[in-house]
């Protein structure tokens, strides 16, 4: 995702206390005004406000997403970024999704974001430092599992040498994937399922391993 996540102070106006936890964390996280380049997402009971990442990061997301888009053509799924993937009182913000194209349907009646059960894919491009690894490979993992998103894609220049995670058969119960596949750069691999299944991932995207 992006660098240098920290948890925001939630403020709540007065005149409506919220009844929940989880629903006051949710009129914060509406309220915010962010500056320009920053993001906020509630990932397991805090709001991660992060900015966008640097420019390696921004060429990895931008090369993911041109290939995606060649490679679903002109189907009825199409890749999204920048944008909120709400699963009741959450809210993620992934670096790349895969969601129909045609998103009326899918969309919240608020009009914030897309509900989670239209997400067939997200990707995630792991930024430095111990905070945003530990919310990629950890926290969004448990998240995204917990919401039944059939693959995970992580990218991660910071996993030994650089490598790839696959992440697929999600036990939302759980909060796990069942089944994981991590590839070091340099060696090619491909996406499994669904909409992107057959998609690869290799050296055009990631680069060699980073020895």
Not at 46 to 57: A, M
Not at 111 to 139: H, I, M, T
Request: no cysteine; hydrophobic share 40%.
């Amino acid at each position: 995702m992006t660098a240098l996540a920290h948890a925001a102070p939630m403020e709540v106006p007065e005149a409506m206390p919220p009844a929940t936890l989880d629903e006051a964390l949710w009129q914060a996280w509406k309220s915010m005004e962010l500056p320009e380049g920053f993001r906020a997402e509630i990932v397991e009971g805090f709001i991660e406000v992060s900015p966008t990442g640097r420019s390696r990061h921004a060429q990895t997301v931008n090369r993911l997403r041109r290939a995606l888009e060649r490679h679903l053509g002109d189907g009825e799924y199409a890749v999204h970024h920048d944008w909120n993937v709400i699963r009741g009182l959450k809210a993620w913000v992934p670096d790349l999704f895969i969601a129909p194209e045609d998103d009326e349907e899918f969309v919240t009646e608020d009009g914030l974001g897309f509900v989670d059960s239209a997400v067939r894919l997200v990707v995630e491009v792991v930024s430095p430092g111990y905070e945003n690894q530990q919310r990629d490979r950890v926290r969004k993992r448990r998240a995204y599992a917990g919401a039944g998103i059939p693959v995970y894609v992580i990218v991660d220049d910071f996993d030994n040498h650089g490598t790839v995670t696959i992440l697929t058969s999600p036990s939302p119960e759980e909060g796990i994937y069942a089944a994981e596949s991590r590839t070091p750069y340099g060696t090619e691999v491909q996406i499994p399922e669904g909409p992107a299944k057959g998609f690869a991932i290799g050296k055009s995207i990631t680069g060699p391993s980073r020895s």
